[in-house]
């Protein structure tokens, strides 16, 4: 099983990045797929989640800026981040859970900074 995630990087305040998770190992479609986040000294964060159909939601903070896909036929979840802020600076992990599964990605960072 391996998830790994791209699109990390450095972002001026205001600006856009676009994470991908691309999935191997196990039957994707099957899977609920999940972004969670951590910040230096703080606790993971769950940031946005897809189910297997599609249904999707949100943190708080993060409502109306980030928005989750998925294509099945690439076996890839998506994270799409505007407006992004300071405070969205973290590591973002890649999560696929069903029933007692639970895979994890390595993480990228995500750096918002003028």
């Known amino acids: 099983v391996q998830l790994v995630e791209s699109g990390g990087g450095l972002v001026q305040p205001g600006g856009s990045l676009r994470l991908s998770c691309a999935a191997s190992?196990?039957?994707?479609?099957?899977?609920?797929m999940s972004w969670v986040r951590q910040a230096p000294g703080k606790q993971r964060e769950l940031v946005a989640a897809?189910?297997?159909?599609?249904?999707?939601n949100y943190a708080d903070s993060v409502k109306g800026r980030f928005t989750i896909s998925r294509d099945n036929a690439k076996n890839t979840v998506y994270l799409q981040m505007s407006s992004l802020k300071p405070e969205d600076t973290a590591v973002y992990y890649c999560?696929?859970?069903?029933?007692?599964?639970?895979?994890w990605g390595q993480g990228t960072q995500v750096t918002v900074s003028s």
């Open positions: 999560n696929a859970h069903q029933f007692a599964d639970d895979y």
């Open positions: 897809i189910t297997r159909g599609g249904s999707t």
């Open positions: 190992g196990f039957t994707f479609s099957s899977y609920a």
